[in-house]
Every structure is written in C-alpha cells, then in structure tokens.
C-alpha cells in the first residue's frame, strides 16, 4: 500500500485566480493519477503524471487549465487555472503501485470553492 | 449511456442484513473490477479487486464479477453501522491504469 496526503485540503478561492494542489507519497510509485469528483458524480480522471515528462490528458481536460508537474517519484501538483465557479470540486490524486495490476490509493482529496 | 452505471441510492438497512451494490457496464473490454469504499470527506479506499468473471470472498465481502452480462455486484454479510459510506464500483480494460468508476452508492447501515 501507499500513504498519500494532499495540500491543501480544502480551499476557497476567488474566480479568474489559479491554485496549486501537491500529492506527495511515502514511497516511490511510477504511476500516479489526478481525478475531479464533483458534488453527486463519479471520480473522473483528469490526467496521469508521468515523471521525466508530459502529463496524458483525457479528453474534456487540456493542460492550459489543468498543467501538471512530477519532477520525482513522490511527489507530483496539479493547478487549475483561471478558476470558475464550475471548478469547484474535490481534487484527488492516486497512485499504482505495482505491487497488483490497476490496484489504486487515493489521497484524501482538496475540496475546492471558487467563488 | 455512461460506460459504467451504478444506482447512487441512498440505500438504508439495519444492522446486521446482507446488503447487495452493483453496477452495470458496456464496455466488454474491461477486465479490472474493483470496489472502493469512500467515507464522508476521505479518499476512496480499495476494498475488493477481482480480475475477470468469478468471485472474491475477503471477510465479510464478496465481490461477483459475471461479465455475459457485463454485470457486477459487492455483497456486504452482517452489515455494520461502520460499513456506512458511499461504495464505488470501478473498472478498467488493464492497458492504460485508467479506471473508469460508476457514480458510487451511499449506503447506511441502521444500529
């Protein structure tokens, strides 16, 4: 398994500003994921940050409002951009571990307002 | 249609009942099944992986994976209040780390 924390772990922020959450985990993971779940909706994922290069964007999510950083194995951000009130959502991150195929932990999450 | 389907409840039981969560899907080329336990203001937790058809026992859960009809279920034995959380089923076709997750069900479990 995998410890993983996140900040910040809720935040309330003003439209048109941008913020920068952080994931950091207890031990070298060589995936890790960036999901949005919104009020009443299932997680979706956002992107997968790949370290030593480009993040994979899903469709409906570009790097311009999304950029992500993984400038090591432990440690990755994610900023959303020029925030509208439609942004406001829990941000999670996730990491695979590779000890079992697909097997995912979760952060606790940045519930984020924009106002 | 959403690839993976799962009715959001509330479901409400009382202690001590076997509780049945499931999901449907549509794409066949999932071959990941998992079930994810997420309490209010936490992250999701693993509960069950279970690849390809058959099932999984751990405790007091089972997971069934029938994937003819692309259906599959988490069965919860002698329900606790402590099992009260939003459950999430979740699937991925094994190539990409992907996992596509249905809507989750919010169950609660009645002392």
């Known amino acids: 398994s995998a410890v993983i924390s996140q900040k910040p772990s809720r935040d309330i922020c003003q439209r048109g500003t941008s913020l920068t959450i952080q994931c950091q985990v207890d031990s070298q993971v060589t995936m890790m994921f960036w999901y949005r779940q919104q009020p009443g909706q299932s997680l979706t994922l956002i992107a997968t940050a790949n370290q030593g290069s480009e993040a994979t964007y899903e469709s409906g999510f570009v790097i311009d409002k999304f950029p992500i950083s993984r400038p090591n194995l432990t440690f990755s951000t994610l900023t959303v951009s020029n925030m509208s009130p439609e942004d406001s959502s829990i941000y999670l991150c996730?990491?695979?571990?590779?000890?079992?195929?697909?097997?995912?932990?979760f952060g606790p999450g940045t519930r984020l307002t924009v106002t | 249609q959403k690839e993976v389907e799962q009715d959001p409840g509330p479901l409400s039981v009382p202690e001590g009942a076997i509780v049945s969560l499931n999901c449907t899907y549509s794409?066949?080329?999932?071959?990941?099944f998992m079930w994810y336990r997420q309490y209010s203001r936490k992250g999701p937790e693993l509960l069950m992986y279970t690849y390809s058809s058959g099932n999984k026992e751990d405790g007091r859960f089972t997971a069934q994976v029938d994937k003819s009809s692309k259906y599959i279920s988490l069965f919860i034995r002698d329900s606790q209040p402590s099992d009260s959380a939003t459950y999430l089923c979740?699937?991925?076709?094994?190539?990409?780390?992907?996992?596509?997750f249905g809507q989750g069900t919010t169950l609660q479990v009645k002392p």
């Open positions: 979740a699937m991925s076709a094994g190539n990409t780390g992907k996992l596509i």
């Open positions: 794409n066949s080329a999932f071959q990941y």
């Open positions: 996730s990491v695979e571990t590779g000890e079992k195929v697909y097997e995912q932990y």
